[in-house]
């Protein structure tokens, strides 16, 4: 019989690449469109808030590993990574422009595809731990 932390994990493994599948599928449908703006000269708003936080969590994963605690190297790093990104938003605020409809609805959705996945993995290893209570 498989361990249930193991069943878990290939189904996490199993979300992980449907999402990452489904984000591909979205920028490609998305990319055939004609774009008002030139993306040399232009970011829209937040984009070096998200840049920052990506870089700072991955530095984060390196902490953590250090230190022995993952999670908390990635808490740490991400919230200097926003820092950080927020400085260089208002460095380049010149450059930044508003986000346009078809960002906003993207930004919408995976913001509500990410809460889903946060609530069905927490659901999940919520039942895992009652389980391994008994």
Do not use: C
């Not at 249930?4 to 290939?10: A, D, E, G, K, V």
């Not at 920052?52 to 022995?68: C, E, P, Q």
């Not at 919230?79 to 380049?92: D, P, R, T, W």
Request: net charge neutral; charged share 10%; proline share 2%.
């Amino acid at each position: 019989m498989v361990q249930p932390f193991i069943l878990i994990s290939i189904l996490v493994f199993v979300l992980i690449v449907l999402g990452a599948l489904i984000a591909v599928a979205i920028v490609i449908r998305n990319s055939s469109g004609d774009t008002t703006y030139n993306d040399q000269e232009s970011h829209p708003q937040g984009y070096w808030i998200g840049i920052g936080m990506s870089i700072g969590a991955g530095f984060g994963v390196a902490l953590g590993l250090f230190f022995d605690n993952l999670v908390l190297g990635i808490a740490i790093g991400a919230a200097i990574g926003v820092s950080i990104g927020a400085a260089l938003e208002q460095k380049n605020k010149d450059s930044l422009r508003p986000l346009g409809e078809q960002e906003r609805k993207m930004q919408t959705w995976g913001i509500a595809a990410g809460v889903l996945i946060l609530l069905v993995l927490a659901g999940i290893f919520t039942f895992l731990l009652f389980v391994r209570m008994q």
